[in-house]
């Protein structure tokens, strides 16, 4: 049975809306339209093909940046469910908070931001942001998707450790501060599973680090046979375990600040959507071991040198020969800048797609 909308969460009735007003829809709400059209976008047909941890391509079966935001989607709508908030808009968020991605993940990522150095840089949150109000363009009367105010501030100020938005990032609706700790809690569950399915991470490595060891205990690992099944059910076990954190943590927030109104959320100066502190310190552990053991490994770290060669030439080709660009990007060259076109056309780039453009 449906519940009402809590009192602080985001709808229609207390949202700043869109910058270009639109007729309502008569089946669907505004923020169930921003979804779609996040959807439907060309940026997001792209993540298919854009590094999550391992180089799409490689195999079939490791996560690239559309399975990851899919991922952080179930995520978030059951906590924003749970919770009573906007589960439409949460979900918006959590497909669209990667858009702006680079190809080649965050080693692709640095490589922009050296090369627009002094150009105003490259941050993929901002990216983000660029793609859903000014490079998708799937409308006459206006550039970009059009999408409500609500969803642009949070992709504008997603936070976690690898993402560090521009000004304060405390200012957020719930449903934004959801979709930012289910991204969170996504890469890091299913990274140790792909890290232990690429066989760069191995089981023995993890003694010690208290959320595998209870996962592991939970799903009776030491019973389980088959290699596939143990680690799954362990990465999941642990899925779990955060996602009920986080909704009974927050559950507890909510009411200890006596949160009644979205004006009070925005006037709050601290997260309301957070783990309980004894389980962020135990995700924290596992962070540091999967920065230590499977994004610095020498298998992923080497990829960076080779990823900063093939954009920096790809950077120098279409510097000097804008023409071979697309008509589209070469018609926002006198507002936008060369530098800043080249930057938004290779960062829009799948992994495959950079490569074939180096021939």
């Not at 079966?61 to 559309?66: A, I, K, P, V």
């Not at 690429?198 to 009776?220: C, H, M, N, P, T």
């Not at 080249?342 to 829009?348: E, F, P, R, T």
Request: aromatic share 8%.
């Amino acid at each position: 049975m449906q519940t009402s909308p809590a009192p602080y969460a985001v709808d229609e009735h207390n949202s700043r809306g869109r910058q270009f007003p639109e007729k309502t829809h008569p089946y669907r709400a505004a923020f169930e339209r921003d979804r779609d059209r996040i959807i439907h976008c060309a940026a997001f047909r792209r993540l298919e093909g854009k590094t999550q941890v391992f180089t799409t391509g490689l195999n079939d079966h490791y996560r690239t940046r559309m399975t990851h935001s899919i991922e952080v989607a179930q995520i978030g709508r059951t906590v924003a469910r749970v919770l009573n908030l906007n589960e439409s808009l949460t979900e918006a968020i959590c497909l669209a908070h990667d858009l702006g991605h680079s190809p080649f993940g965050h080693a692709g990522e640095a490589v922009l931001n050296d090369l627009m150095a002094g150009a105003g840089g490259f941050e993929h949150n901002r990216q983000s942001l660029r793609i859903v109000d000014f490079l998708e363009h799937p409308y006459s009367a206006f550039a970009g998707l059009n999408l409500m105010y609500e969803t642009r501030t949070a992709l504008a100020k997603h936070q976690s450790p690898y993402d560090k938005p521009d000004g304060t990032a405390e200012s957020i609706c719930l449903e934004g501060q959801i979709a930012d700790l289910a991204d969170r809690i996504a890469y890091n569950c299913h990274d140790l599973e792909d890290g232990l399915r690429s066989r760069l991470l191995e089981e023995k490595e993890l003694r010690g680090i208290v959320l595998y060891e209870e996962a592991a205990l939970a799903v009776q690992a030491d019973k389980i046979d088959d290699i596939v099944i143990r680690r799954t059910r362990i990465a999941k076990a642990i899925l779990d375990y955060l996602a009920v954190d986080t909704i009974e943590n927050s559950k507890t927030k909510l009411r200890d600040f006596e949160i009644q109104s979205l004006e009070q959320v925005y006037a709050c100066r601290r997260r309301l959507i957070e783990l309980s502190s004894a389980v962020e310190t135990q995700l924290r552990e596992l962070e540091q071991f999967l920065l230590k053991n499977l994004y610095h490994h020498p298998q992923i770290a080497g990829q960076a040198e080779k990823v900063r060669d093939w954009l920096g030439r790809l950077f120098e080709k279409f510097s000097q020969k804008p023409d071979l660009m697309p008509r589209y990007y070469q018609s926002m060259i006198s507002t936008e800048g060369l530098r800043r076109v080249v930057c938004d056309y290779i960062s829009g780039m799948t992994d495959r797609f950079a490569l074939s453009c180096q021939e």
